[in-house]
Structure formats: C-alpha cells, structure tokens
C-alpha cells in the first residue's frame, strides 16, 4: 500500500510554483499534434494524465519529445493526417484526455479503441458518443456506455448544432475538436458556461471560430499554424496550497505564474467570500490566458452558501473546500454540484464518508453537501478510490487535525501533481509514507 499521512503543521511559508495546468496541457499537444511544423511548450503538466495524452497522440502519428531543458517539441500532423495506431490506447485515469481524443478521431476515417484504469472504466461516456454520433462516428463496447470503446471514425463527418445538455467543458471540447476535420460549421450552444481554453487554444493556434453569445462556432478544414506556448501553473493545483495556508496558523505563501483563467477562479472567489486574504498580483497575460501570483495568508474564515451558479468555475474544487469549510466558522452549503458524482470518483459519497471518519460534521444532499466548523479529530484511513483530488484534500485537512489523517493510495497523485508531498514539506507540512 502507498499509504501517506499528514499532521499537524507549523506555519506554512515561502514563495514557489505548481506544476503546470492540466487543462491547458492536454490542449496544447492535441493543437500541436494537429499543427504542421513544430510548437514548442514551455511549462507542460508532466504528470500521469498528460503523458498519456502525449503517447496517444504519438500511436495517431505526432512526433512529440522533451529536450534536455524541459521544453517539449510537438511535429504535427495537419489536420485530417492523423493514422490508426496499431495499438489501443490506454488513457488511464484521464477523463479529460479520453474525452478529447475521441472527440477528435470521431471525424477522421480511423478506428481507435480507448481503455483506461478502474476510475475511467466507471465514467460515463454517452455524453461524448452521442453528440460524435451526429457527425457520423460509430461506437462498440459495452451497453452501459463505458471503456472500453472502440471509436469507428467517420469517412465523410457532417457538421452539427449541438446544444449541450450539462455543463462540461470536456464534451464541448471534444465536440469542437470533432469539427475541426469535418467541412463547414460546427456550433456548441452551452448555456452554462465552463472553461475556455479550448476556445482561447483554438483562436492562438488560428482555427477561426467566432462565439456570440452561447454559441461557439468553429470552422473545419482550417490550417493550424504552429505556436509556441508556456503553459500557466495550474489554479486547480495552487487551491490545495491556498487552503493549507489558509487554515494554517501564521501561513504566508507566495504561488507564482497560476492560470487565471474567469472560469476557473471559483474556489478563489469563494473564499475570498469566506474572509479568505488572498491577493492577487503581478496580473499578466500570455499565450491568450490570465496568469498572476497568488499571496494567501492564515485567515479566520466564516462559512457561507456557495452560489450556484460558479459551480462550472470551480468543479474540480468542492473537495479541497471542503477542509476550508471544516475550519470556517458556521456552515458552508455547497449545492448544484450533482456533476461531482461522476468525477474520477462520486466525490460527494467519498468526501462525506471520509470526513464523517475524521470527525468532521457534515451533511450529504442529493446534489451537493453543507460542511460545518468541526474540531477535526483525524486518526483516520480514508480511501480515496483512485481519485487525486480527494487524495490531497485529505491530505491538506490533517494538516490542521488533532491526530493525522492517513490516505489509503498516494500514487494517484501524480495524475496532476507529481512532487505534491516534496514541495508540501518544503514549505513546513509533515506529510509522510
Ligand atoms: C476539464 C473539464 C472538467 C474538469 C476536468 C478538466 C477539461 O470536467 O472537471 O478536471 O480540461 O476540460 P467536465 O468537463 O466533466 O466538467
């Protein structure tokens, strides 16, 4: 067992960064790879999930490899060029890589089958096949609609008008990479708004593509150009540390370079709400996203009812809240967010359970939960279910625990944050095997 734990701490403190942002990553070798010529890029996530998505797109024909200065070199293809690989794809963890590459083999006339770990093969992917069918794209496996999948492309995709039925920027992404190789115009209405940066990567890398209102148009047949990008630090990753710091007596903590992307920045809003002091400075932009650095001080925070509508702007955050939430005075009621329950893994059932263990009080909704001030007792396993982010939540709650709160699996971590215990430690957490 690759258990790990983590104790009360000291202050937290110094000025650093966290790897690069997973969204972001994924996107920029699907554009390179699509690209003719070579795009250089700065700053990839090389954590599990994006190294998969790169020997994907290898086995689809991109010549992709890492310098000796950590840059990675990305020869694509063109768009149409991709081949059939020989072997099927392994996406392991990644929800966000599976869904894209379907997305964008569904319109080449290929046949890849994706398979992935136990997490993935219980997430549900009707909501991709169903839009790709429209563009002609075929599917075998099983009836409930999970991996593994065997994606028959289409020979003469048709554009669609699709008109999303919940709020994903995964399934938006995939629809628009579908519509990159299919002629004419691709339209995604999505009503609530989620991340951009397909959008914003689509633009940079020149796809025309105009968005008014919810509608995002985007054009097939375009000539990428081959770009350059340095790829922000990732907000999801900076939250574990915003909270540490938060909830940690005398904490003073400098993040640098952090993607600031409007639809990504919930949690921070959030607590800011919370009585949270979180500055934000040095705001730059670069390669079409917001960036700035992050100063978070030990706060005493209050609870409050999180609006519904920031839910998209903060999906992958819920879990980390909630060790804010057990540390803010009153009550923290989290709603709207049924989408947690088909994450890498139902974090609503796992959240409840582990924090209920931990001493923490909490309620499950149907939709969401409500988390209250609690002394949080620890001494506890929680099994994280191969999920990352309930992994470092847990890991982040014990460090303000009467005892220390134990995770059952710590590898998963690398999916997004490899090096996650080593920099903790370096800023004066007690986490440890
Ligand atoms: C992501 C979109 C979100 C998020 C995931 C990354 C992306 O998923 O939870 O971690 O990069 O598009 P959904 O599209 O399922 O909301």
Redesign the pocket.
Known sequence: MHKLSSSKTGPLLGSITVPGD??IS??ALIMGALAVGESKISGLLEGEDVLGTASALRALGADIYKDDNTVWHVHGVGIGGLREPEISLNMGNS??GV??LMGLVATHPIQVTFTGDSSLSSRPMKRITNPLEIFGAKFSGNSEGTLPIKVIGAKSPIPILYEMPM???????AIMLAGLNTPGRTTVVEKFA??D??ERIFKYFGVPIVIDEDNIHVSGHAELTARDMTVPADP?SASFLVVAALITEGSDLTIKNVGMNPARIGLFETLLDMGGQIYFENKRQSCGEDISDIHVKYSKLKGIKVPHERA?SM??EYPVLCAAAANAEGNTIMRGIN?LR??ESDRIAVMVKGLKASGVNVIEHDDGMTVSKSEVIGGTLVETHLDHRIAMSFLILGLNSKESISIDDGRVIETSFPGFKDLMNSLGAQICS
């Open positions: 997973k969204s994924h996107r929800g966000t869904r894209l709020a994903s920027a995964q399934v938006k992404s989620t991340r940066h397909s999801s998209p999906i992958d989408e088909v994450k």
